[in-house]
């Protein structure tokens, strides 16, 4: 069964990928502020820019004009992104007042979204931050002594709670608050903790207690004070973000680079290749794949489905299953949460075919039954 998402989230995900006029996918050139969140092996990637009107007395004076985004993810993951850059853009806010964007305007802009897509709406708000933190640096802003703090999911930050995804618990504890996250099963919807081995899930439940032990917990759910019940769409929240991720002297290296977003051809089709890939990543040797068997290849795309391709999907509910391999065009059945969502056919494209043919023959083509 697809993801339940509003008419609203689906016309901002359609308007981003057709590059109509007013939308923002891309890069702002010569931007101001630069951030980036994700990464490619769990399946979601996000790179954020803006552009600032100079203020030329006082940089605190700043005004973003202009943001824009690439992202390598799902219809959930480009419509947040695009809604954020249109809730800056309406705000025209300073760099630092962009930080009391919180994921709750996010949500609430989308008019909702599934529970396990609200990790969406954070990806983009931390992308956000780290690119306020770029232009505090370019612009010699002190926002620590502003009262705003270097916290992002860092290992460094803090111990690590669910070591599939490297989150901290200063992370968790932050968007716990911030979200209204009140069991372990939210918490995985919303930040991907405890979504892979599970092994870290009585930690964050002990967490849980312990963030919301004002409301008291029983039975594994936390009652929040002062929010209503986890049901897809973000509780109440702060509505200042008072920390923002680290960020480094020297340009972090995240593992993926930039590439083309999206086009549209004579005849109206949308034609979008995936807007990050892994820059250690295997690469096909020219010509290797097509001196394979039948049946050498059919391990070969079977292998690289099973190690590079299915982990993504699975950790957002999906699955995938191969039907047949006919020479270079691989038949396929998308199943679990991917059977019938919306973005079924961009997952094809941006993860299931740009994947084999990067790493296996870029002749391969991938046909859903």
């Not at 203020?55 to 954020?84: Q, R, W, Y």
């Not at 968007?175 to 939210?186: C, M």
């Not at 995938?320 to 199943?335: H, L, N």
């Amino acid at each position: 069964m697809g993801w339940q998402y509003s008419e609203k989230t689906k016309q901002l995900f359609m308007d981003a990928v057709q590059g109509k006029t007013g939308t923002h996918v891309g890069e702002v050139e010569n931007a101001d502020g630069v951030g980036e969140h994700g990464s490619v092996a769990c399946g979601d990637a996000l790179k954020f820019t803006f552009r600032v009107e100079r203020d030329e007395t006082d940089p605190t004076k700043d005004k973003i004009v202009e943001a824009k985004f690439l992202t390598f993810g799902c219809t959930s993951a480009i419509a947040a992104s695009e809604a954020l850059c249109r809730i800056i853009e309406e705000r025209r806010p300073t760099p630092i007042d962009a930080l009391k964007i919180t994921n709750q305007d996010v949500v609430e802009f989308l008019e909702g979204l599934p529970t396990q897509k609200v990790h969406c709406s954070v990806m983009g708000a931390e992308a956000l931050e780290e690119a306020v933190w770029d232009w505090a640096s370019r612009r010699g802003v002190d926002l620590e002594a502003l009262g705003f703090k270097k916290l992002g999911n860092d290992v460094d930050e803090g111990r690590v709670v669910c070591q599939c995804f490297g989150i901290t618990e200063p992370y968790l504890r932050r968007q716990i608050r911030e979200l209204g996250l009140k069991t372990t099963d939210e918490v995985t919807g919303a930040l991907k903790a405890g979504g892979a081995c599970g092994s870290c899930r009585g930690e964050i439940q002990d967490i849980l207690d312990d963030v919301w032990s004002g409301g008291g917990c029983s039975g594994g759910t936390c009652a929040a004070p002062t929010s209503d019940a986890f049901d897809g769409t973000l509780s109440s929240a702060s509505t200042q973000a008072t920390e923002a991720p680290k960020v480094a002297e020297e340009p972090k290296k995240t593992g993926f680079i930039p590439l083309a977003t999206v086009s549209t051809t004579a005849t109206g089709d949308v034609v979008q290749n995936p807007t990050f890939e892994t820059t250690d990543a295997p690469k096909a040797a020219p010509g290797e794949f097509a001196k394979l068997s039948p049946y050498q290849k059919a391990k070969r795309i079977e292998e690289t489905i099973e190690t590079a391709i299915r982990p993504i999907l699975r950790r957002d509910g999906g699955d995938i299953e191969i039907v047949d391999v006919k020479d270079d065009v691989v038949y396929v059945a998308m199943t679990g949460a991917c059977d019938g969502c919306d973005a079924a056919s961009q997952t094809l494209d941006l993860i299931v075919t740009t994947i084999l043919q990067d790493r296996l023959d870029p002749a391969i083509r991938v046909v859903q039954l």
